[in-house]
Every structure is written in C-alpha cells, then in structure tokens.
Nanobody, 117 residues
Framework: QVQLVESGGGLVQAGGSLRLSCAAS????????MGWFRQAPGKEREFVAQ????????YYGDSVKGRFTISRDNAKNMVYLQMNSLKPEDTAVYYC??????????WGQGTQATVSS
C-alpha cells in the first residue's frame, strides 16, 4: 500500500508560480511512474504531467506544456510540480498518483491551487 500526501497549494495571482510537493510512503518509490492530475469544479479530472521511475522521461498535458515542470527525488520519496506563468484556468485541486503496470492505482488527497485574475 502506498500513501501519498500533497502540499504546496495556495492562492496566487495570474502570472505567478507555485511548487507542489507529493510525499510518498510505503512501496518502492523508485520503481513507480508518478503523475500529477487536476480537477476543477464541474470538470473531469485532467492529466497534467507524468515522470518515469528514473526521472529520465516526462510527459505533459497540452494545456501546461512549457509552463509546468515535473521532477522527482527518489532519495526523498518526493515528486514535485513546478507551476509557472499560472492562469486562472489552472485553478483546481491537484492530485499526485502512483502508476503501476500502466494504471494509476494510488492517489493522494489533493491540494487546492487557486489563481486569481
């Protein structure tokens, strides 16, 4: 069983930055693909970014490419999401998740990020 705890959300003005963190415990963190997703009120959950177990490969959703950066520290069992040039439409609850066998199986409780215009 893997437990995930996100932090770092908050209120920021448009154009600002936030850095989200996700602390993992249980399991073998360095073997997992990790991802960030988000869900805004009234909308479906949206893929944001993914990073391979080694950190060597990353993928991003089209809406965040060039603005967000995913990274990880396997020694600390942490994954991060650096969010720059934030827009009001980035307002959402952000979740980190563990990918096993191509399926995201474990999820954190989420952290709210709100971008004011």
């Amino acid at each position: 069983q893997v437990q995930l705890v996100e932090s770092g959300g908050g209120l920021v003005q448009a154009g600002g930055s936030l850095r989200l963190s996700c602390a993992a415990s249980g399991g073998t963190f360095s073997s997992y693909t990790m991802g960030w997703f988000r869900q805004a009120p009234g909308k479906e959950r949206e893929f944001v970014a993914q990073i391979s177990n080694s950190g060597g490969t990353t993928y991003y959703g089209d809406s965040v490419k060039g603005r967000f950066t995913i990274s990880r520290d396997n020694a600390k069992n942490m994954v991060y999401l650096q969010m720059n040039s934030l827009k009001p439409e980035d307002t959402a609850v952000y979740y980190c998740a563990v990918g096993v066998g191509g399926v995201y199986q474990y999820w954190g409780q989420g952290t709210q990020a709100t971008v004011s215009s």
